[in-house]
């Protein structure tokens, strides 16, 4: 059977495409690969891409050079987690301290992982997690 090798996207889903482009902005450091009005690209590590879109937008399919994009949207705060490194669990509690941003929960996982969870300005749950999380994590 082919095997899949990692999670390539991750979406979410936003009202003020501005706006949570400037918060993932400041946390992540990071200017967008992609700006449109409909979608808002980042690198989000190893790989891997964060997709912010204009929930209105979204929903309609997009002709591209290449092909149709099919339409997709998803309603109510989302959950994405990034993976980072315990040694920096402190650097990171600081620099949502720098950027004014509530830890909403931490959590110590029995695998010795350790997760700390925030909102962005759309309510969808973030969670930074260190090795221990998962069994393959």
């Known amino acids: 059977m082919p095997r899949i090798r990692r999670v390539l996207e991750t979406i979410l889903y936003c009202d003020d495409l501005d706006r949570a482009a400037g918060f993932y902005e400041a946390l992540l450091e990071s200017v ?41 949207t998803g309603s109510g705060p989302a959950h994405i987690a990034f993976a980072i490194d315990r040694s920096l669990v402190t650097a990171w509690q600081n620099r949502l301290a720098e950027l004014g941003i509530a830890i909403e929960s ?9 997760s700390l969870y925030f909102r962005d300005p759309d309510g969808h749950s973030v969670e930074l997690a260190t090795p221990g999380t998962w069994p393959c994590y």
């Open 32 to 72: 967008p690969m992609l700006r449109t009005p409909r979608v808002v690209a980042f690198a989000s590590g190893e790989g891997t891409v964060l997709l912010l879109f204009d929930r209105r937008a979204a929903q309609a399919p997009l002709p591209s050079p290449g092909g149709l994009i099919p339409g997709h």
């Open 106 to 114: 931490r959590v110590q996982w029995e695998r010795g992982g350790e």
